[in-house]
């Protein structure tokens, strides 16, 4: 009877340690005591973990354990939640991450891992995660760049996004770096260039200074119909033969027959103002003709002789110009 007694306790007292106990070594997660469970997300964050809990929900996609004091990652941690898609383990204490770590996590599309003290990453830790799109590394103490994520035969194809700021790395692969595919913008791009210098490519090459911008200014001007107005061609180019195009793109030339024309500096003069002048001009700067200067001219008719305001803006495109009567 003393045995039967003996085995019921050792037996009461091994489900207790299973069930209660979210500090052991294996231990099965409870979430009515130690995590937040919803549909298939679990979050345990801020529940002074020290390992990461056992999870036997075969469709959970979200698993949250920031802010504990995990300090080491089993072979085994993750054996269970192969279908998670998203993984938080920001601020905790993690030192290091070992090979094949995160081999179960073959779906895994987001990995948060800032805020860590990580120091040693071995090169076959996120080998198998070929789904991962998203990898937080900043905030740690990691002193080697982590070249296998980015290398030709070890790169992860869907990474688009990879955060080591605020380490300790001093040499950057370059080369590799270089050889990387860019996303500038989920390749929306537009061009607006007016004018006869267009051709069309089907590579771009942003190398150098091909496409910059310049910060906002405003200035005042004024003017008066019938007057002579110069626009300028304010580029950082300096010495330059410019070109200049009018409303409806019309390029400006020596013989052309108007009211507009281009002064020896380069500038645009327009004499007198006509109603008819208003629009948008151009310049375009010989060579380099990635910089540009808009200029909007609109003229309002003034009554009595009254002055009509200018207003100069500078605007993306170099130092794209705009001027504005009102």
């Known amino acids: 009877m003393e045995s039967y007694k003996s085995?019921?306790?050792?037996?009461?007292?091994?489900?207790?340690?299973?069930?209660?106990?979210?500090?052991?070594?294996g231990s099965t997660l409870n979430c009515h005591k130690m995590c937040i469970c919803a549909a298939n997300i679990v979050s345990c964050s801020k529940m002074n973990l020290t390992i990461v809990p056992t999870v036997k929900l075969p469709n959970l996609h979200n698993l949250l354990l920031s802010h504990n004091g995990l300090q080491f990652l089993s072979s085994e941690a993750f054996t269970n939640v192969k279908h998670v898609r998203y993984l938080d383990l920001s601020s905790n204490e993690l030192k290091q991450l070992d090979e094949f770590i995160f081999e179960p996590l073959s779906r895994l599309e987001v990995l948060l891992l800032y805020n860590n003290k990580i120091s040693q990453i071995?090169?076959?830790?996120?080998?198998?995660?070929?789904?991962?799109?998203?990898?937080?590394?900043?905030?740690?103490?990691?002193?080697?760049?982590?070249?296998?994520?980015?290398?030709?035969k070890t790169r992860l194809e869907k990474l688009s996004l990879l955060d080591v700021s605020s380490?300790?790395?001093?040499?950057?692969?370059?080369d590799e770096l270089q050889m990387l595919p860019a996303w500038i913008k989920n390749d929306d791009y537009t061009c607006v260039l007016p004018g006869p210098q267009k051709t069309q490519v089907r590579v771009f090459d942003l190398s150098g200074d091909s496409m910059n911008c310049s910060t906002f200014k405003e200035a005042d001007e004024e003017a008066f119909l019938e007057q002579t107005l110069t626009l300028s061609?304010?580029?950082?180019?300096?010495?330059?033969?410019?070109?200049?195009?009018?409303?409806?793109?019309?390029?400006?030339?020596?013989?052309?027959?108007?009211?507009?024309?281009?002064?020896?500096?380069?500038?645009?003069?327009?004499?007198?103002?006509?109603?008819?002048d208003s629009g948008t001009y151009t310049c375009f700067p010989q060579v380099i003709f990635t910089t540009q200067c808009f200029i909007t001219l609109m003229i309002c008719q003034t009554m009595k002789?009254?002055?009509?305001?200018?207003?100069?803006?500078?605007?993306?495109?170099?130092?794209?110009?705009?001027f504005l009567y009102v």
């Open 233 to 276: 061609c304010d580029t950082k180019h300096r010495n330059m033969l410019k070109t200049w195009t009018l409303p409806g793109n019309v390029l400006v030339t020596p013989e052309s027959n108007q009211t507009a024309k281009v002064l020896s500096d380069g500038n645009l003069q327009i004499s007198p103002v006509r109603s008819e």
């Open 122 to 152: 071995d090169r076959t830790a996120f080998m198998s995660m070929i789904n991962l799109q998203k990898l937080y590394l900043s905030q740690n103490q990691i002193s080697r760049f982590p070249v296998e994520l980015v290398k030709e």
């Open 167 to 174: 380490n300790r790395i001093k040499i950057l692969p370059i």
């Open 305 to 322: 002789g009254a002055a009509g305001r200018c207003i100069l803006q500078q605007v993306c495109c170099d130092k794209a110009t705009s």
């Open 7 to 25: 085995q019921r306790w050792a037996l009461f007292l091994t489900l207790c340690t299973t069930l209660w106990l979210p500090e052991a070594a």
